[in-house]
């Protein structure tokens, strides 16, 4: 792996060896910041989504099959099984993107752009902060590293209670980084960033297209393939000097580089897949994984949400998959399917699934995604995430892990959304943890029974219907 | 041609051979008898290539679509045929995109074979040439299965499949060459012909908008199974609609050898200079031009000898031949040469330019052309080279008015740095560079004109959903509103970025409209929107434009702005490869407002008008002068222009003889002329003033806007200077480095002709000066501001007699007054030309170099036919091989 770890320390050393170049702002030098500055500890939550599910057989192996990444964090998780996510059915819409929406919200999806209901994050969030959050922190944050975009519930796991996405989703390392750090999200407020936001994807795809007429398939000759170039480097300028940072300290380095994996349109080519190396994919999210925990470490974030790799994601990944020192599986799905496009990506694997079968291309994908969900879940619970109370921040906070499906083939849909994987941290005592627990329960009863742990009175779900409480992952 | 091979077998097969144009024997009767269409064109392989895995698409459709076999044991290279005897594929080294958008889009497809299958047992059917997936998920197959030949077609009607397939009868297929067509039009008619006959035809309903973006295409077999195809291929070739059925006849007659690729075609079609003949053409004439005619032309005559034209050259001057063809030794020229005695000023000959010079002479010295004209050698080919186009900045106008129907004129010229002038135009090509201004100005007003539009009743048109999934009605809308806003249909890779954008919104929480939006605002900020694109590479020689760079070559060309609906269905009916139709869209056009607008932009950029608006003579002179007189005299001329070109279509060449002018009472003033006041009394109204009883005036050359290119002296130099260049086409050395240049002031008995015929008497100057300077005589009543004047400020008597030299021409011809010199003008033939090569230079945006040469002569000669009006000068451009050809650029 290329990139070099970024965390609290490194920052406090100074960045020179971190793979984006991070300015040194004054608030992480400082001893303590906000939050850290209290013995008490905030509320916090967070939801994890990771694409295409574990079905619900391989959930029964435990730690012994693809959960094994899980297993230095078995003490801090409650891994529940049997979570039935059937009433978030949309008829007429595969469970990817229903099953998507359904998590941490339990409703099924309102349109394209929206979730049914708010998320369990931002339920929390409104009830425990409800004139906001402390002035400098970013109210939510949204962030992944994912490919599959038709519809925004495939990739975005925070939702207002009406239903509208909570917040921006950052999807490029710079872009989190702009959102935690950049002086915008201090002096402007959230629809100032979206503007730029989109401002910036126009740019992007401007970019792209000039770029495609300076490259090796460009249908232009040398002197016209000049002349874009140097129009290419104008908007290049020009995006500098309306994008760039403005950060408080002088020697803060330029605009961090782009991203090298696949953004916007090209992310998801009218539902092709891409093709991705093992190491492009994992570089990139975590350092967005980095930077998010950072985020959380330095106390600027308290909710949101992380995605990695979308619901019913669509890429063809390639590499050696090592775990523990050992290679588990060399990646390279089209070749392994022997096709192309669509059909030569990882989530055919899933439709191809067959409890009488080894499955061992879903086995190593699902386990290399528990990995990297491990590895952010770790940075919460390392010597820079030590809090007042004594435990970590992945221990204090409330951080719901869950996917879109227990079962990948498309031809049950009651199959499909039972089972579905969830995990949860214990929220400084409020759940148990240790325990890998079959609640044999609606996820809609699982979320409403955890906010009323976290003393919350909202409950998600149609207002008429009676909650059925899972005491059982209560402390 | 390439010479057909003997691989038809003998015996039982001698009938058809016989019959057969492709084979042994009868190759020579089919030669250029029967060219085969290139219009629709997708891929075409020829198997020209022996060796090596890969088959070359050689449709000169970018990108190629080359093949490559995967197992070369089990094929047999030939040239000109590639046999498969054994279990093999040939595959597309990457999806066959340009096959599959251009079908999804036009819904008709022709796919074309020469084949002669190995046996007719082959079953599966077994793939000739197959765009799928596998064995069950097609775009199209071409198969063979045993005797009958099969073809699957997938449309929104029939199965992945593309099942129900259309089929010959049991027995059409026979282990002989053959040629193999099937066509399919846009209403579901389905044919197969053999052999140039139609024998199996139904209807297979529905679209082909569904088809398959990822599939490959390949020959032999199948993708993941086995139906292999064993035999010979000479020939396949793809295009985008159907042939008719005398297109199929015409290529089954043209044989599996007729020349088909369309780089062959043009470059046979502009190339037809034999070796000998372009030497002289691209670097002898030039070499003489630059060397020698200073002298040695038809006016000059040194030493009797007139290098210029063919006969005088040959014929030789006072010492005798100077060309003694194949014999350099034997020739004075290149005594003279070799010696360095000739040129005997300035730098000698290269000992390159030498090499050339006596190779030509050896190899017979040959001489291609009538007259040697300085004027097309003034740039090197380098300034003839293709540039990409920015959008000047009424163009850009005018594109975003067309395009989506917003005014942008105010914003755009306050914010959009100005195009600046280069080779007499500022749309010239080269000079049409961008800066940090151009990129903030372009997204600024991205976001004006998006913020004016009606974005959902824009995105109406393309598409009634309002659903912001990425993955297909968001695509289907990005694909139809940006073919508009592009100008021609859009690449894949095009689609999945612009749709990003949705994406982008809809992440953020916004919704459709704002998604349109901001897709909307990227499109108006892509290479293809500020940039007219077109594929510039290939082998070097001269292609065909494409369907849709053609469509805005004509629309930017006639109207300067993007074509309209009606030109990209043409587009994409591949209608404007025919010249009689492209034809009929420019009459079509002309007849549209923007059509005159352009034409005035041209007048406003040959006769530099712009200026006028800047205009500001020496108030101590000219005490009177009115600062709103340049704007009128800019007006006159536009107005005159419009009424000789567009009112009374007169031809061009009338522009510098009509007799009437426009002039607002304030400019009617000035000139002298007896005032009309508008009738609604608005003083800055033009009003049409018939001049045929005011000798001194009629004509561009007797306007205000020309007159005072000369200064406030009234200048000789300069406004013969303008005579020569710019109504002429004449060439004149640039004066000597250090000379004094300083107007020599008139004074009492010294009038400024009297000071231009004492430079031109003084023999250091004359060579140049004689050329030019008189050209100006018959202006010299008309001052620095366009007042006619009997008499200058000094009291000195003025003149309007002169002579006039034609560049080219021996004599000059004396006229006796300026009235008589306009009529010269207007009669003159050079002039005529001179417009057609301004006329054509803006067309192209580039300075015509001496390849164009004879096209620009071809389409001045057509234009004068059609009466030499404005409509038929235009139509003679758009019409030529300079619109309709590009010269491609090597990798």
Avoid at chain 2, 575 to 590: H, K, N, T
């Amino acid at each position: 792996m290329k990139k070099t770890r970024i965390n609290r320390r490194t920052m406090l050393k100074g960045l020179g060896t971190a793979t984006i170049g991070l300015p040194l702002l004054e608030e992480m030098t400082l001893s303590s910041v906000a939050g850290k500055a209290k013995a008490e500890v905030p509320i916090r939550a967070f939801n994890i989504f990771f694409g295409l599910g574990i079905p619900a057989p391989l959930q029964t192996e435990g730690f012994q099959g693809v959960l094994e990444p899980l297993k230095s964090l078995g003490d801090k998780l409650l891994i529940m099984r049997q979570v039935d996510q059937v009433r978030c059915d949309e008829k007429g819409i595969n469970a990817h993107y229903d099953g998507a929406s359904g998590a941490f919200t339990a409703e099924p999806p309102d349109g394209e752009a929206r979730a049914g209901g708010p998320s369990i994050d931002q339920v929390i969030r409104k009830t425990h902060y409800p004139n906001g959050l402390p002035v400098g922190m970013v109210p939510t944050l949204i962030g992944g590293t994912f490919f599959r975009r038709s519809r925004v519930g495939r990739y975005v796991h925070s939702y207002n209670m009406d239903g509208t996405v909570a917040a921006t989703i950052q999807e490029k390392p710079r872009d989190v980084f702009d959102r935690v750090f950049g002086t915008v999200s201090l002096a402007g407020g959230d629809k100032d960033f979206r503007r730029r936001r989109l401002k910036r994807s126009v740019l992007d795809s401007v970019v792209d297209d000039y770029r495609f007429y300076t490259g090796a398939n460009s249908p232009l000759g040398a002197a016209s393939k000049a002349r874009i170039a140097d129009h290419l480097d104008r908007i290049r300028e020009f995006e500098q000097r309306a994008f760039s940072l403005k950060s408080k300290d002088s020697n803060a380095p330029d605009f961090p580089p782009r991203s090298n994996v696949p953004h916007g349109g090209p992310a998801d080519p009218g539902g092709q897949g891409i093709d991705i190396t093992l190491e492009e994919l994992t570089s990139e999210w975590r350092l967005v994984a980095d930077l998010y925990a950072l985020s959380i470490q330095l106390d600027r974030v308290r909710f949101g949400s992380l995605t990695f790799l979308a619901a019913g994601e669509r890429i063809r990944l390639t590499g050696d998959y090592e775990y523990g020192g050992k290679k588990l599986w060399s990646f390279d799905d089209a070749a392994q399917h022997n096709a192309s496009g669509d059909k030569g990506c990882s989530h055919e694997w899933w439709h191809k699934f067959n409890e009488k079968k080894k499955n061992e291309q879903l086995r190593a994908h699902a386990h290399m995604k528990m990995r990297e969900v491990a590895y952010f879940l770790h940075r919460l619970d390392d010597a820079e995430s030590r809090e007042p109370n004594g435990k970590t921040i992945l221990e204090n906070s409330l951080i719901t892990i869950s996917t879109e499906s227990g079962d990948g083939r498309h031809n049950d849909v009651k199959r499909e959304l039972s089972g579905v994987f969830h995990a949860i941290t214990g929220a400084n005592g409020r759940f148990k943890t240790g325990q890998i627990m079959d609640v044999d329960a609606e996820g809609v009863d699982v979320y409403n029974t955890m906010l009323d742990a976290m003393g919350v009175s909202h409950r998600l779900g149609p207002v008429e219907r009676e909650m059925q409480p899972v005491d059982g992952i209560r402390t | 041609m390439r010479k057909s091979h003997g691989l038809v077998a003998a015996g039982c097969l001698a009938i058809l051979a016989s019959t057969l144009p492709g084979a042994e024997g009868d190759s020579e009767a089919s030669n250029g008898t029967a060219a085969r269409t290139v219009a629709g064109l997708l891929a075409l392989y020829d198997f020209g290539s022996t060796d090596g895995d890969i088959v070359t698409d050689r449709s000169g459709v970018r990108p190629p679509l080359n093949l490559q076999i995967s197992n070369p044991q089990a094929a047999r290279r030939t040239k000109g045929a590639l046999e498969i005897h054994g279990k093999t594929q040939i595959l597309s080294t990457q999806q066959a995109t340009k096959i599959i958008q251009a079908v999804r889009r036009s819904g008709e497809i022709t796919i074309e074979a020469w084949v002669r299958p190995s046996d007719t047992g082959l079953s599966g059917p077994a793939r000739i040439v197959t765009l799928s997936g596998g064995s069950s998920e097609r775009n199209f197959t071409l198969g063979q299965d045993g005797a009958k030949y099969d073809v699957r077609f997938r449309t929104t009607k029939t199965n992945a499949n593309g099942i129900p397939s259309l089929s010959t009868d049991n027995g059409s297929v026979k282990t002989d060459l053959t040629h193999v067509v099937y066509t399919r039009d846009r209403s579901g008619l389905t044919r197969i012909y053999l052999n140039g006959q139609s024998i199996a035809e139904t209807k297979v309903v529905g679209s082909s908008s569904k088809w398959t973006r990822s599939h490959k295409l390949a020959l032999a077999n199948e993708f993941n199974s086995d139906r292999q195809w064993k035999g010979t291929y000479y020939l396949v070739a793809i295009y985008s609609r159907d042939l008719s059925p005398p297109e199929v006849k015409r290529h089954f007659d043209a044989g599996r050898d007729a020349p088909a690729a369309p780089a062959e075609m043009a470059g046979r079609h502009l190339a037809q200079l034999s070796p000998g003949e372009q030497l002289f053409e691209t670097k002898i004439a030039p070499l003489l031009a630059r060397n020698c005619l200073e002298c040695h032309n038809s006016a000059s005559k040194k030493g009797r000898l007139d290098l210029s034209r063919k006969a005088t050259a040959l014929a030789g001057g006072e010492s005798g031949k100077v060309i003694v063809p194949g014999k350099s030794t034997e020739s004075l020229l290149w005594e003279q040469v070799e010696t360095g005695d000739m040129p005997p000023e300035g730098q000698p000959l290269t000992p390159a330019e030498k090499t050339l010079l006596k190779q030509w002479l050896d190899a017979g010295a040959i001489w291609s052309l009538d007259t040697i004209d300085p004027a097309i050698y003034t740039h090197d080919e380098k300034a003839g080279r293709t540039w990409v186009r920015r959008l000047t900045v009424p163009e850009y106008i005018e594109t975003v008015r067309s395009s989506v129907g917003v005014d942008i004129l105010k914003e755009a010229r306050e914010i959009l740095p100005p195009d600046v002038r280069a080779d007499g135009f500022s749309n010239t090509a080269y000079n049409l560079n961008v800066d940090l201004k151009h990129v903030e100005a372009y997204s600024r007003l991205a976001e004006i004109v998006v913020g004016r539009m009606d974005v959902l009743a824009f995105a109406k048109r393309f598409s009634k959903s309002r659903s912001l999934s990425t993955d297909a009605t968001m695509r289907d809308l990005v694909e139809a509103m940006g073919t508009l806003l592009l100008r021609g249909p859009l690449e894949e890779r095009e689609i999945t970025n612009f749709s990003g954008i949705a994406t982008v919104v809809a992440s953020t929480g916004g919704d459709f409209k704002e998604a349109v939006t901001y897709i909307i605002e990227a499109m108006l900020q892509s290479p293809r929107f500020i940039y007219r694109i077109e594929n510039q590479r290939g082998d070097g020689s001269v292609w065909p434009v494409s369907d849709f760079e053609m469509a805005s070559r004509i629309s930017y060309i006639v109207w300067g702005g993007p074509p309209d609906r009606e030109l990209l269905r043409a587009a994409e009916s591949s209608e404007l490869q025919d010249r009689q139709l492209v034809e009929a869209q420019v009459r079509r056009m002309l007849e549209d407002p923007r059509a005159m607008r352009r034409s005035v932009q041209f007048v406003g950029e040959w006769l530099n008008l712009d200026r006028l608006v800047n205009l500001r003579p020496n108030s101590k002179r000219f005490p009177n002068w009115d600062a709103a007189l340049g704007a009128d005299m800019r007006r006159e001329t536009l107005a005159f222009f419009e009424d000789v070109a567009w009112k009374q279509k007169r031809p061009l060449a009338d522009l510098l003889n009509a007799q009437f002018t426009y002039a607002t009472p304030r400019l009617a003033q000035h000139y002298d002329l007896e005032v009309q006041p508008a009738s609604d009394g608005n003083s800055e109204r033009l009003t049409r003033y018939d001049l045929s009883s005011v000798p001194a005036r009629g004509g561009l050359l007797t306007q205000g806007s020309v007159l005072t290119v000369g200064g406030d002296d009234a200048s000789m130099v300069t406004r013969g200077l303008f005579v020569l260049h710019d109504l002429l086409r004449g060439t004149v050395k640039d004066p000597p480095p250090g000379l004094d240049t300083t107007p020599v002031p008139a004074k009492p008995g010294l009038s400024q002709r009297r000071i231009a015929e004492q430079r031109i008497a003084n023999t250091a100057c004359s060579g140049c000066h004689s050329k030019f300077e008189p050209l100006a005589f018959g202006l010299e009543k008309f001052d620095g501001i366009g007042v006619f004047h009997e008499q200058d400020e000094h009291g000195n008597t003025l003149r309007d007699n002169g002579e006039i030299l034609f560049p080219g021409a021996a004599k000059s011809i004396k006229y006796k007054s300026s009235a008589e010199l306009m009529d010269l003008l207007a009669d003159s033939d050079r002039v005529g030309a001179s417009i057609t090569w301004k006329m054509t230079q803006f067309a192209l945006g580039r300075p015509l170099v001496a390849q164009d040469a004879k096209q620009v002569q071809k389409i001045h000669e057509l234009a004068a036919r059609g009466g030499g009006t404005y409509a038929s000068l235009l139509t003679s451009i758009v019409t030529s091989d300079l619109a309709m050809m590009t010269r491609t650029q090597t990798e």
